[in-house]
């Protein structure tokens, strides 16, 4: 999952931010209205987190920007405008939720968790794919009843792949899904983490790589087999950027 945080006081910005990290949800902070449109228009967000009152346009603009773009990214208004009538006015704009400040940052996290899975496709709460149970609220892995400790990356890498269902995702997307703005795109970062999940998730290698497309999870019986010669590739090349991944 990635956020957008609009939020014009730094310190809590980078302490959302930086608790959101833990929970392995990557974000990008917006300090006013103009970097988060230019942010909204550059990056995909799965939610957007708007403080109503801050420099150039405004919350509410950017809420209207977002609700008229037809995207259909939620929004969370986060704002210590606390009356009936502010999360009335709030809601009338396109708000999907309203968290006024102070606030606890696991109330955060469980609201960011539960706007996405509405938005993708009413999701399960758990989601269950080729012997693996992944729980985003928990943050917690299992592979054939085996719980399988794992970084923050790698748990939101191997969270946007159960989520495709068997479907390819792209090292592109998963750069954009997984890591926030600072991201280099030349990064063989992606690689990498896969190849050290593979290794935590253990064999049978269920994560299949698709050459020059991406990476998938083998959903079929011999998905994973096929898939050995690719995953040694991987093993190989991340193997001089061993320390690449320390993101726990």
Do not use: C
């Not at 809420?63 to 969370?76: F, L, N, Y």
């Not at 729980?135 to 917690?140: I, L, N």
């Not at 899904?177 to 935590?200: G, Q």
């Amino acid at each position: 999952m990635r956020v957008l945080i609009v939020e014009d006081e730094p310190y809590l910005a980078e302490a959302v931010r930086d608790g959101l990290r833990l929970e392995a949800i990557a974000a990008d902070i917006a300090g006013d209205g103009h970097v988060a449109l230019e942010l909204l228009d550059i990056n995909a967000y799965d939610i957007a987190v708007l403080d109503r009152d801050i420099p150039g346009p405004s919350g509410d603009d950017i809420a209207r920007a977002i609700v008229a773009s037809g995207s259909g990214i939620p929004i969370i208004m986060l704002t210590a405008a606390d009356r009936l009538d502010d999360k009335a006015s709030g809601f009338e704009l396109g708000a999907d939720d309203y968290l006024t400040k102070p606030f606890e940052l696991r109330e955060l996290v469980l609201r960011l968790r539960a706007l996405g899975r509405r938005r993708e496709r009413a999701r399960p709460p758990v989601l269950e794919v080729a012997g693996l149970r992944l729980d985003p609220f928990r943050r917690e892995v299992f592979r054939d009843e085996r719980y399988v400790a794992l970084t923050r990356k790698q748990f939101a890498v191997l969270e946007v792949l159960v989520d495709a269902a068997g479907g390819v995702v792209s090292a592109e997307e998963l750069l954009e899904r997984a890591w926030d703005e600072n991201a280099d795109p030349f990064t063989n970062a992606v690689r990498i983490t896969v190849s050290s999940l593979r290794k935590r998730l253990g064999e049978p290698w269920v994560i299949v790589t698709v050459p020059g497309v991406g990476y998938r999870i083998a959903t079929d019986a011999g998905g994973s087999a096929a898939d050995a010669g690719g995953a040694a590739a991987d093993r190989g090349g991340a193997a001089a950027d061993a320390g690449a991944d320390a993101d726990a």
